[in-house]
C-alpha cells in the first residue's frame, strides 16, 4: 500500500495501525529521541486535568496520551478507530475508557465535554476539517480544543536538518525497531503534506473554533494548538472571542 494509497482510504489507515499497535509507544521513544515525553507533558499542563473534568482524548491510539488527563483525576474518554490500538491500549490500560469511533462522525451527544484534545492523530484523518468541527459540537460552550501535531520547524537549519532525518534515517530506525519501514515512511510523507502553523490555526477558525492560538515547541517540530467554543447569547451573540 503506496502513501497515496493510504491518503484516500481510512480503513487502510487503521489498518495500518492495527499492524504497529503493539510496537507504536517504543518506537515512537527512539524516533523522538525521548522528547515526546516532554510533548505531552506541556500538552497536559495546556489541557489542565482537573477532578471532575470531561476530556475526549481522539485518535488516542493506545492510550498514551490519554493516560497523564486519566492520573489528574479527569473523566477522560479514549477513542481511537483502529481496533488494534484500542485492544492494546485496553490490555496496557485497563483503567483507561477506550472506544472504538472514527473523528469525523463521533458517537457523542452536542456539548458533551469540558475539553477536546487529539494528539498526533489530527494528520492521519482522512477529513481533519470535518474532525474539527466534530471536535466542536462535542464541546461543551466555552469548552476548549487542545491539538499536538507535528509541524513546521520555523528555523531553515533545524528544517533542513529534519527533513533529512525524516527522509533518510527515520524510515531506516523504524523498520528495525518497529519491523515496519512502509508506515514510517508514510508517517514521513504525511508530516511533509501537513499544513504548518498559521494554516491549521485558518482550519480551526474556519471550524468555528474562537480564539484560536498556537505555541511551538522544539522550534516548531510540533505544534500545540488551542481553541474555544464560543458561547451564544440568547441574542444570538457570540461571546468568548
Ligand atoms: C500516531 S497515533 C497517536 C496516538 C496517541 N494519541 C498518541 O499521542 O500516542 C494516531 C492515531 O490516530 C488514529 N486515527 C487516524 N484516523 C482516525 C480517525 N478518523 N478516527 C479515529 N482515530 C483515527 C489511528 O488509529 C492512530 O491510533
Not at 481496533?83 to 492494546?88: K, R
Not at 462522525?105 to 487529539?118: G, K, M, Q
Not at 498526533?120 to 487542545?146: D, Q, S
Not at 514521513?188 to 494554516?199: D, L, R, T, V, Y
Amino acid at each position: 500500500m503506496t502513501s497515496a494509497e493510504l491518503n484516500k482510504d481510512p480503513g487502510a489507515i487503521a489498518r495500518m495501525f492495527d499492524g504497529i499497535a503493539g510496537r507504536y509507544d517504543i518506537t515512537n521513544e527512539w524516533l523522538s529521541a525521548g522528547m515526546a515525553k516532554r510533548w505531552r507533558r506541556i500538552v497536559t499542563r495546556e489541557i489542565g486535568p482537573r477532578p471532575g473534568m470531561r476530556i475526549l482524548d481522539i485518535a488516542a491510539g493506545t492510550g498514551t496520551s490519554s493516560l497523564p488527563l486519566h492520573e489528574a483525576g479527569a473523566n477522560v474518554t479514549a477513542a481511537d478507530f483502529s481496533a488494534g490500538m484500542v485492544a492494546e491500549g485496553k490490555r496496557r490500560h485497563p483503567e483507561l475508557d477506550i472506544v472504538e469511533a472514527d473523528a469525523t462522525n463521533l458517537p457523542f451527544d452536542d456539548d458533551t465535554f469540558d475539553v477536546t484534545t487529539i494528539s498526533f492523530g489530527l494528520r492521519n484523518v482522512i477529513e481533519p476539517t470535518k474532525a474539527l468541527e466534530e471536535m466542536l459540537r462535542v464541546t461543551r460552550p466555552g469548552g476548549r480544543i487542545v491539538i499536538c501535531e507535528f509541524s513546521t520547524p520555523v528555523n531553515t537549519f533545524i528544517r533542513s536538518a529534519y527533513n533529512l532525518y525524516l527522509r533518510q534515517l527515520l524510515p531506516r530506525v523504524a523498520g528495525v525497531i518497529a519491523r515496519n519501514t512502509d508506515s514510517y515512511v508514510y508517517l514521513a510523507e504525511s508530516i511533509a503534506q501537513w499544513p504548518n502553523q498559521p494554516e491549521l490555526g485558518r482550519w480551526m477558525l474556519a471550524a468555528g473554533w474562537h480564539k484560536v492560538a498556537y505555541r511551538n515547541l522544539t522550534g516548531g517540530i510540533v505544534a500545540m494548538h488551542r481553541g474555544t467554543k464560543p458561547i451564544v447569547t440568547e441574542t444570538g451573540d457570540q461571546t468568548g472571542l
